[in-house]
């Protein structure tokens, strides 16, 4: 529902431009970033539970203050708060996805190796149909009363998180010992974020802005794009068994680097639609397997800041990125973050390669 109504409250209701919208979301993910890697800390010394609780009351808090707020730059530390980077699902960080440190940690400590895979995807898929259904329920709703609306949905979820028993297990700040295998997924995390960056947060004002499609037709492109996704992601297990990591992650990418290189330049709204509706569920499809990959390969007790560490460099990164689209798209340059994304996401597979070949992966836990 926010992903959907916020570029519209911005772009409508206070008439601000791409560059103004690119700022907000700079400053979200950023602030994202940081409170990522204090969730990710606060898990491992803190405890899990009341991490949990807390990471999940910032969304509902968040959206009040957007709903209260009537005045722009009030609304800029309420999109910090919860994140309204639009930088993907609440899996992969986007709105809410401060919290996505913690639950990673707490579905990992809840599930053995073998299974981590098939339930990383169904907790995705269950985020992100209901994804799909929030921008659904956008179309019926006024801009600024869909941000009610989410607080209160938000915040329902929030008591049942006291009945999950997380297996609490506090470890100690100091020197991490899988840091070799955390820096490898966190820098191909770092290019996977700038190119997310590029073109994730602007393709719902890119339909405004070049298409001029209304907010109850966009509403059904999310729609449609949200149940694709969900559904690719509960494939993932199969992916993982018959193509394994690697081959995974450069199938599905490779194809979404493809098909948004020429989304720009197609100028035709059915195939830009359908592209905008195949093309996410692509690169979302191996989030699943990367996430439990990463949880298999660092110690338990570091569970929580390997997660955190890396959804920093990814957002950080995907800030930048966010700011380098913001300026072009502000100058009507609306095809070169497109291809900007491509080079960047070549190169992001390229070093999977490098890093996750046949032969390149240490024991797990032994101190690498």
Do not use: C
Not at 17 to 32: E, K, R
Not at 281 to 303: F, H, N, W
Not at 336 to 349: Q, R, S, T
């Amino acid at each position: 529902m926010i992903n959907l109504a916020f570029p519209y409250y911005i772009l409508s209701r206070f008439h601000r431009g791409a560059l103004v919208l690119g700022l907000i979301y700079v400053a979200a993910t950023i602030a994202s970033a940081g409170l990522s890697l204090l969730v990710g800390i606060s898990a491992d010394v803190w405890g899990r539970r009341r991490t949990l609780v807390a990471a999940n009351l910032l969304l509902p808090l968040s959206a009040i203050m957007v709903y209260a707020s009537p005045s722009l730059w009030l609304i800029v530390p309420a999109a910090m708060l919860g994140g309204y980077s639009s930088t993907g699902s609440l899996g992969g960080g986007g709105v809410g996805g401060v919290a996505q440190p913690i639950q990673s940690v707490v579905l990992a400590r809840l599930t053995s190796q073998q299974e981590r895979t098939r339930y990383f995807s169904l907790f995705t898929f269950i985020a992100g149909f209901a994804g799909a259904l929030g921008a659904l329920l956008a179309k019926v709703l006024v801009v600024r009363d869909i941000f009610l609306v989410a607080a209160i949905i938000s915040i329902s979820g929030v008591p049942l998180l006291w009945s999950i028993h997380v297996g609490e297990s506090r470890g100690k700040l100091g020197r991490l010992k899988t840091r070799a295998t955390i820096g490898k997924f966190s820098l191909t995390g770092m290019l996977n974020g700038f190119s997310q960056g590029l073109v994730v947060p602007f393709l719902v004002p890119f339909f405004i802005l070049v298409y001029h499609v209304p907010k109850s037709e966009m509403s059904v492109f999310a729609f449609a794009a949200g149940v694709l996704g969900s559904l690719s992601i509960l494939g993932a297990p199969l992916l993982e068994r018959k193509l394994g990591f690697l081959k995974s992650i450069l199938i599905t990418r490779g194809t979404a680097l493809f098909l948004f290189m020429i989304f720009p330049i197609i100028r035709f709204l059915p195939a830009a639609a359908a592209i905008y509706i195949v093309a996410p569920s692509l690169r979302g499809a191996g989030m699943p397997i990367q996430q439990s990959e990463l949880t298999k390969r660092v110690d338990g007790d570091e569970m929580g800041r390997a997660l955190g560490i890396n959804r920093v460099a990814r957002l950080i990164a995907s800030s930048v990125g966010i700011g380098v689209s913001a300026h072009l798209l502000d100058r009507a340059h609306f095809e070169l973050p497109f291809y900007l994304y491509g080079l960047v996401m070549a190169g992001n597979l390229f070093l999977y390669v490098k890093f996750f070949g046949v032969g390149k992966w240490p024991a797990a836990g032994n101190g690498d």
